[in-house]
């Protein structure tokens, strides 16, 4: 990410699979109740970087729980809903064989998987998924394409990869890094803001 931009990350609100703990990846759940309300809620925190946020980029994940949070994000703002791009590298990682599976059953459905994945959580793969590795190259590789100050409508694993990127963290604490859906993460050159 170029010096100077700033990037105003928002991961999308709360799906009734996020509430069960259920693994999503890829899956294209849509937000419940609550996840509209938490998107509601950081549209009006992003509202004290009007008028100047209204001329950023909006991009957001082509899944429906990030278009559907967008949407509400920018009529929060008094923008048009729609008038954002969506970018496919933007999309949560691939959970694979995991995606629909409660975190609770994997012990018993996966139990060589989830022993794997301790021992080495950065570049684990379920099968058929992607790696905490794969995902932070497709996202450096969006990240570098940036040209001016930008607002994002995406995922936790996303999150988690712009920030190592952004503030030089190394990749293995990728996994262990906080994805809140009620809070905006402003990120600039080595800085970071919850808001």
Known sequence: MRPGLTLYFVRHGETDWNAERRYQGQTDIHLNERGRAQSRRNGEALRAFLPHIASADFVASPLGRTRE???????????????????????????????????????????????????????WRPVGGESY????????DWAETLERDTVVASHGGVSRCLRAHVLG???????????????????????MTWV
């Open 133 to 140: 590795a794969d995902l932070l190259k497709r996202t450096i």
């Open 69 to 123: 949070t967008m949407e509400i994000l920018r009529g929060t703002l008094g923008l048009k809903p729609v008038d954002y791009r969506l970018d496919h590298r933007l999309i949560e990682l691939s959970y694979g064989s995991w995606e629909g599976q409660l975190q609770s059953n994997l012990p018993n459905s996966d139990p060589q998987g989830l022993a794997d994945r301790f021992k080495d959580p950065f570049r």
């Open 169 to 191: 963290l190394d990749p293995e604490t990728i996994p262990a890094l906080e994805s809140p859906q009620d809070r905006v993460l402003v990120l600039t050159a080595g800085t």
